[in-house]
């Protein structure tokens, strides 16, 4: 009797895949009693040695099986036991909703030999993973246990993984089970006391049913304030500076000033002065050269968020859950990636292939495979788990849905751009001295456009024409005049802003900062607002005063208040979550509960645990002793909590004046 597989995906969706790559097809699918989600899906495979020929059930969990919570007499909330959550018991159990899912796990184990884990190859997948594996041992103590290396649902890829399984990954399921429970205890400790707190204050916050608080939920939040705060006390300065312009050839000629501006007017007066009087400028420096636009990196997880926020107008969360979806379907690589460069015995002429039959960029893969393929940049990231984010199989964009196409044709051709060469042109660059100061012209030939043909969503565009100069003649310059401006105030920060924010400060994980970014918003810390609200860019420029040829005070506006076009979002504090953030910074912790460095300190002692330098024990341990000292030092100074909220007529943060 041929020996029997149990095999266990993370999603229902990811089982139907894998049972039918595996099965060739021939597939006996029945439902389990309590879900109507999860499928037992039966078959036979040749897994190799040493289990050959193998009956096989492949099923699936739909995410965490299990929960930590606290024993039954920490449930009610109280501020007098707030404290004692640090070192309370923590019980682990199925969720009531999993338990149906657990069992059917646990009964079909008992007719195992083995178990194979098909869950996400990531530090979350990996603890689900060891869920899985409790239950399955439950039923069958002996079982060996296994899981499946894998990053898409396509054929080859799937078989390939199915006969080369590894062990789970301890040290990853120890660093999340780690998190789990640090996330439950600060969690509880520090909402509870500030949802008790501050309810008590009444007025609106009565009727706030719980004011929470997250390790990274906390410093996502503390970004947006500090950025409100930014735009709010900005005070513009105002500047001037020198432009020359000279016709020639039928070409006007924009010379800018090597120093750019100056905040002082009688200097800039005096340097124009100076300009006028010399009434010659000399040319010092001609220079034409090659340049190139780089093609992009390969795709991560993050860029796909903020990217996604910025062209495709939706926010990362949404994005992250087309992503997926595209994934279980089989269209596209695994989405949760930190990698950002592609491994050389990747085939990736055979990915491109598969996009020469598509009716808009099908002409541009053909051409990448007749000879116009370049091996892709590689960046300096590899998470050693899952390759860049890259289509994997071809669907007609005809056949998706609005979103899922958008989301799909920016991954392809981002991929397609990868492949592609760089942007060519040539810059000519044109360096005059007039009156002592140094101005200089730009001008930028676009030649080949390349990755750009495919990959509308970087700019490059030829630039001002220059007419023919040589070094060391002179010309009297048609006009010079002074152009004055202020320094603009920042834009409130946009979602691609705060995704940056937190992936540079170690805020959550690239699976994770879409979740923490749409906490803040369910819990009405902050609101979003499209386009406008503050200034963008760093200066706003007027027209000219004054000097050779001036025509007075006309001329355009750069830069302005208007804000971002389009429909980017901007994150803008309540009211709440204004006084939360300035509440804890005004208690005068060491390091404030809104700054990102105790979490990202966090991050960076999982990674130990995973890299076998830390223990779990001693992760949790030193945590929660950092915290500890947070919280007795913010309950000794509640009154500044209470305090930065409770001003009476308090300006409200949320209206946009």
Known sequence: MAPRILCVAEKPSIAKAVANHLAGGRVNTHAIPGNPYVKNYEFDFSFGQPWGNCSVTMTSVIGHLTSVEFTSQYKKWQISTCQQLFEAQVITSVDKEKEAIAKNITVQAQYAK???????????????????????????????????????????????????????????????????????????????????????????????????????????????????????????????????????????????????????????????????????????????????????????????????????????????????????????????????????????RTLVEKQTQDNVWGAHAQGLLNGGFRQPRGGRNNDQAHPPIHPVNYVSPATLGDEDRRVYEFVVRRFLACCSDDAKGELTTVEIEYGGETFFANGLLVLQKNYLLVYPYDKWESSQKLPQFTVNETFEPTEANITDGETSAPGYLTEPELISLMDANGIGTDATMAEHIAKIKQREYVMTQGGGGGGRGEATARGGRGGRGARGGRGGRGGGTAGSSGSVQHFIPTTLGVALIEGYDSIGLDTSLGKPFLRKEMELKMKEICAGTKTRNDFVHETLEQYRHAFIRTQQQVELLRAVYYIPNCEQVTTFG
């Not at 997926?324 to 460069?341: A, C, F, H, M, N």
Request: glycine share 4%; with cysteine.
């Open 114 to 348: 083995a178990l194979f884990v098909w869950t996400d190859c990531d530090r979350e997948g990996e603890h689900i993973g060891s869920e899985v594996r409790q239950a399955a041992l439950q039923g069958n103590p002996r079982l060996d246990v296994k899981r499946a290396v894998f990053s898409n649902t396509e054929r080859a890829h799937i078989l390939r993984a199915a006969q080369n399984p590894v062990p789970l990954d301890e040290r990853q399921v120890n660093a999340v089970a780690a998190r789990i429970e640090l996330d439950l205890r600060l969690g509880a400790v520090f909402t509870r006391f500030q949802t008790l707190t501050l309810q008590a204050l009444g007025g609106d916050l009565a009727d706030q049913r719980i004011i929470s608080y997250g390790s990274c939920q906390f410093p996502t939040l503390g970004f947006v304030v500090d950025r409100y705060f930014r735009v709010k006390n900005f005070v513009p300065e105002q500047f001037w500076s020198i432009k020359v312009m000279h016709h020639r050839e039928d070409m006007d000629v924009t010379f800018l000033w090597r120093r750019h501006r100056l905040f002082d007017r009688v200097t800039v007066i005096v340097l124009l002065e100076r300009c006028l009087a010399a009434r010659l400028a000399k040319v010092i420096k001609l220079q034409k050269k090659p340049t190139s636009k780089w093609r992009p990196l390969p795709l991560t997880t993050v860029e796909l968020q903020k990217l996604g926020s910025r062209f495709l107008r939706m926010d990362s969360q949404r994005v992250m859950k087309i992503a997926e979806d595209l994934y279980t379907k089989g269209w596209i690589s695994y989405p949760r990636t930190e990698t950002d460069q592609f491994d050389r015995g990747m085939d990736l």
